[in-house]
């Protein structure tokens, strides 16, 4: 597609569930970047690929949190056993190749209660 | 560690009157800045980027090495512009964005 495109636009999970985020960056882009932003504060990295193949995972979490982009379908981002700060709006970018311009997506805001 | 600093959360100014959005980084090497725009609904979008030097909707921005500044000007505030914007910095290298607070921008009728 021309957009970066992102599902769901709101996502609710209590304490404990999984919530899992899709990101369909635009046709023939390379690079996907996920980003994190809490209570509209900056934007936080979380992790990078290059095609299928994670460029950059500096941002992630440790635990709870992994990230894929296989051929052929959405990029995903998966939080297991969400906890209150994770709460967040989750932006997805991709770019044609790593140095030029990142496009955004609209995020997508998950609420844990 | 890299860090951009926008110093005002929030800036207010008549439609007319001239403004400018503050931006400092501190990275030892040599860096890549951007000026990223979200306007009421809208998504995140690129304004411009230093090695552009070009001028977008009436913004320029010049990268000060030695004040590590990249400030964003216009002239002419107009009402179209309010909205947040966001200053970001590319590590040589790396291809990931270092993103300040980002400021509120309102421009008064």
């Known amino acids: 597609g021309e957009e970066v495109a992102q599902t769901p636009k709101h996502l609710v999970r209590g304490e404990g569930q999984k919530a899992k985020l899709y990101c369909a960056p635009i046709?023939?882009?390379?690079?996907v970047f996920w980003y994190q932003q809490v209570l509209k504060n900056e934007f936080k990295f979380l992790i990078s690929?290059?095609?299928?193949?994670?460029?950059?995972e500096t941002g992630m979490p440790k635990e709870r949190f992994s990230a894929k982009c296989l051929p052929n379908s959405p990029c995903s981002l998966e939080i297991q056993a969400t906890k209150l700060e994770d709460s967040a709006v989750y932006f997805c970018?991709?770019?044609?190749?790593?140095?030029?311009?990142?496009?955004f997506g609209p995020g997508t805001r998950l609420t844990v209660l | 560690a890299q860090r951009v600093t926008q110093p005002e959360k929030l800036l207010s100014v008549f439609k007319g009157a001239p403004v400018e959005l503050k931006c400092n980084y501190s990275?030892?090497?040599?860096?890549?800045l951007f000026w990223y725009v979200q306007y009421s609904r809208q998504r995140l979008q690129l304004l411009l980027r230093?090695?552009s030097r070009e001028s977008i909707k009436g913004f320029t921005a010049d990268l000060n090495k030695g004040e590590t500044s990249f400030h964003l000007k216009k002239p002419f505030a107009q009402e179209e512009d309010s909205a947040m914007y966001y200053c970001?910095?590319?590590?040589?290298?790396?291809?990931?964005?270092?993103f300040g607070q980002g400021t509120r921008l309102t421009i008064n009728p």
């Open positions: 970018a991709s770019s044609l190749r790593g140095e030029d311009t990142q496009y």
């Open positions: 046709k023939g882009h390379s690079y």
């Open positions: 690929f290059q095609n299928e193949n994670v460029f950059d």
């Open positions: 990275y030892s090497g040599s860096p890549e």
């Open positions: 970001a910095l590319r590590i040589q290298g790396a291809q990931k964005l270092v």
């Open positions: 230093h090695i």
